[in-house]
């Protein structure tokens, strides 16, 4: 069994209108959100091998708030193709994981990991499954579960959705 938790980046900020896009922070909201999150994940005993992350300056600072809450820190792989990547493009770089790997944790960007999220999820909560095909929040954490004992399980339609929760759940 391979799990795949996508955390999409919290709530970035606006107010420099010459910042590129890349070196965005996250605003006050958005890195109260990230904190939520990593308690959230604690609390539900999750502990990802590995961590890719986006180049993005929104993402990293995500990840670190997150994994500050974490009881151990993973290994964290900052990859400067995971920005904005496409839901392809973030598959093929899940299928490429070592198979020792048995759980693992990629930050990025929409719209490309809310179709990826969708594109994989086969099954799961019906109730959550409409909720994650309708949207995936800033912040918001998806748990994907596959039969296997490779990375080339992760294809679309054979993902179980487990876990879904966006930081307004949490308060």
Known sequence: MKTLHLLRHAKSSWANAGLDDHERPL????????????????????????????????????????????????????????YLAAPSALCERVQSLDAALESVLVVGHNPGLHELAVWLAGSGDPQGLRRLRAKLPTGAWVELRFEGSAWNCVEPGRGELGRFVAPKDLV
Request: proline share 9%.
């Open 27 to 82: 605003d006050p909201r958005g890195a109260r959100a990230a904190t939520l999150m990593g308690i959230c994940l604690a609390q539900e005993g999750v502990r990802p091998g590995l961590v890719l992350c986006s180049s993005a300056r929104r993402t990293r600072e995500t990840a670190e708030r997150v994994l500050a809450e974490l009881p151990a820190k993973p290994p964290v792989v900052v990859e400067r193709d995971l």
